[in-house]
């Protein structure tokens, strides 16, 4: 189906918006058309030196005017409803989409690109769709009406008036093939400047620690030169053929002036005839201008109407059975049978054949140098992927027949970079439980040693958080994550080097309260020292993406030479003391 067919179908749930509208509309128009037919009857009473009839005739005039008035006013506001309405349904079904896709595919997306395509293409569509469509036909319905009335009055004349409108549809139809693919071009180049502006504020700290402002102001500078000479290229277009679609009637007034001028001096035409058939022309010059400049909006909204659908129509790669159960009750026992994991684009496989087996309620650590596949396993946990090849089952249940839901509710992950919402305190840590109370936020941030400083920050737990939370240090947020995970009180809790960026004593405080939190649950711990390690009764190693060995600390010094290599880096080769025993 065509892009343009599908924008209609937005406009499916106002059909009575629409139909009333170009009512509306047409209405306003055939008031509009009356004018100039009054208006020669008038020249013509005024020639006759009929008083009365000159006097009824500006009455009716004036009605028409304001009949038009009031018309105009119900039509702007009834299709202002519907541009809205179709931008509001455009909005939700668009984040909607989104949100219904798979991590994986964000994985390849620039957030400006997005951003421009929710933003920008949006507001070509519903523009378009809510006024545009009513402004080609009103422009379309004046030039059928005022062919008419010419036509009433003069057949010959109105032929001659009309010819030119052939040729109008003709250029209006060589602009619009032209003009499609370069304002795809420019709305595909105005996302890259937003890309590009979005990655400048993101990325700021970097950008300032590193003095490099010059460097993206010149980088930012040819992206906005980009989307100038394109919209050159688009705006000469326009320049050259909106003007030529207006011109065109001008021939027409010049072929009516000549032939219609002597029709009067024969004494075959009146002045008022001739007056209004006149009027008639000049009032075509204004919609056939109008259509010229809405079809290219019209283009415009083609354009980026297929950079939505190209959105829209990305299926979420991740299925879900219909109706699927949720995840069975269990106390967290966690089994890889056979797991492989290759992601999108990459030719590397990130887990290749990983047999893994963790019994609930024990806590496993996950070592190996980086790139070695730590967080590709546990990311396939919560479903964040879906391997490759194998099965991953929680509690006995294959993760791929569950509400996804269910099982992320049983399952927290803190990574080393946690992400913060710009809201309080309070409502980052009850992000998964909202309704909990603020005893329980309470208890959460204590257990994860984030008590004190929240209770030093100008507005305690009502204390508003920057962007990402931005204002806080990286300790603090990852904190903030670990108190996050632990109210959402998971059969499986997932630390991702979520200790990675607090000293090493606020470490061993987290670790102690962990202790009493990871009791009862299945924990995966993943960390570079040694300390941290220590909380595992069982440990993992990973090598390119394969289990190399497992067991206890002091066996696989012994017996792993890459375990010994990482312990030894990670904090020397004995075990801190409370973890023995
Ligand atoms: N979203 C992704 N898309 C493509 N490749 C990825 C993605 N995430 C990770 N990889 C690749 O998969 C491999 C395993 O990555 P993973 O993040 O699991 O490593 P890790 O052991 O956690 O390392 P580190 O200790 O550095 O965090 C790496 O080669 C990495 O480049």
Redesign the pocket.
């Known amino acids: 189906m065509s892009t343009f067919r599908r924008l209609l179908g937005f406009l499916r749930p106002y059909r009575t918006g629409v139909v009333f509208s170009f009512a509306l509309a047409a209405a306003a128009m055939a008031a509009t058309v009356a004018i100039p037919w009054l208006t020669g009857r008038a020249i013509d009473a005024t020639r006759r030196g009929d008083r009365n009839d000159l006097w009824m005739l500006a009455i009716v005039v004036a009605v028409a005017g304001l009949l038009r008035l009031a018309l105009s006013v119900g039509r702007r506001l009834v299709a202002g409803r519907v541009s809205l309405g179709v931008e509001v349904d455009l909005r939700q079904r668009l984040y909607a989409h989104l949100q219904s896709l798979e991590l ?1 595919f964000f ?1 390849h997306q620039q957030t400006g690109q997005l951003m421009s395509r929710v933003t920008v293409d949006l507001q070509a569509v519903r523009f378009f769709l809510g006024y545009g469509l009513i402004f080609i036909g009103q422009a379309l319905f004046t030039i059928v009406l005022a062919g008419i009335a010419m036509f009433l009055l003069r057949p010959e004349l109105a032929a001659i008036a009309l010819a030119p409108v052939p040729f109008v549809v003709l250029v209006a139809f060589r602009f619009g093939r032209r003009s499609r693919p370069a304002m795809q071009e420019v709305q595909q180049r105005v996302a890259e400047l937003t890309a590009e502006a979005e990655e400048n504020v993101s990325g700021v700290r970097v950008v300032k620690a590193f003095a490099r402002e010059e460097r993206q102001l010149g980088r930012f500078d040819h992206r906005v030169g980009r989307v100038f000479e394109q919209s050159m290229i688009a705006t000469r277009l326009q320049a050259f053929y909106a003007p030529f679609i207006g011109f065109l009637p001008n021939i027409g007034l010049a072929a009516i002036l000549f032939v219609g001028g002597r029709a009067v001096i024969d004494g075959t035409l009146t002045v008022g005839e001739f007056t209004a058939f006149y009027a008639y022309l000049l009032m075509l010059i204004g919609p056939m201008r109008m259509l010229g400049y809405m079809l290219g909006s019209a283009q415009r909204a083609t354009a980026s109407g297929a950079r939505i659908f190209q959105l829209l129509d990305r299926a979420p790669a991740m299925s879900v059975p219909e109706n699927a159960p949720p995840l069975p009750a269990g106390a967290g026992r966690v089994e890889l049978r056979g797991v492989s994991l290759t ?4 030719r ?1 496989q ?1 887990l290749d054949d990983v047999d893994l087996t963790v019994e609930a309620g024990s806590t496993v650590a996950l070592v ?1 140098g ?8 546990v990311s396939l946990l919560p479903r964040l992927y879906d391997a490759t090849a194998g099965e991953v089952l929680i509690d006995g249940a294959n993760v791929r027949d569950v509400d996804p839901r269910s099982l992320r509710h049983e399952i927290a992950v803190v990574n080393d970079d946690p992400f913060l919402f710009s809201a309080t305190v309070h409502d980052n840590i009850a992000y998964a439980r909202p309704e909990a109370t603020r005893e329980e936020v309470e208890l959460a941030a204590r257990r994860a040693r984030a008590e004190e400083f929240v209770g030093e920050l100008p507005d305690g737990y009502d204390t508003m958080i920057g962007e990402r939370g931005l204002t806080l240090s990286g300790g603090q947020r990852q904190r903030i994550a670990i108190a996050r995970a632990l109210l959402a009180n998971p059969r499986i809790l997932v630390l991702d ?1 979520a200790t990675s960026a607090v000293d090493a004593s606020t470490e061993q405080e987290i670790k102690e309260a962990l202790r009493e939190v990871m009791a009862g649950r299945t924990t995966f711990v ?1 960390a570079h020292r040694l300390s941290t390690i220590s909380l595992a009764d069982d440990i993992v190693v ?1 090598e390119h ?1 394969r289990i190399v060995a497992r067991g206890g600390h002091d066996e696989l010094l012994d017996d792993n030479e890459l375990y010994a290599e990482i312990a030894e880096a990670a904090g020397g080769r004995s075990m801190p003391r409370e973890a023995v025993g």
């Open positions: 994986g994985d992601f999108e684009g990459s590397q990130a190996g980086t790139g070695s596949g730590k967080t590709a396993l080097d993943i990973l993406g």
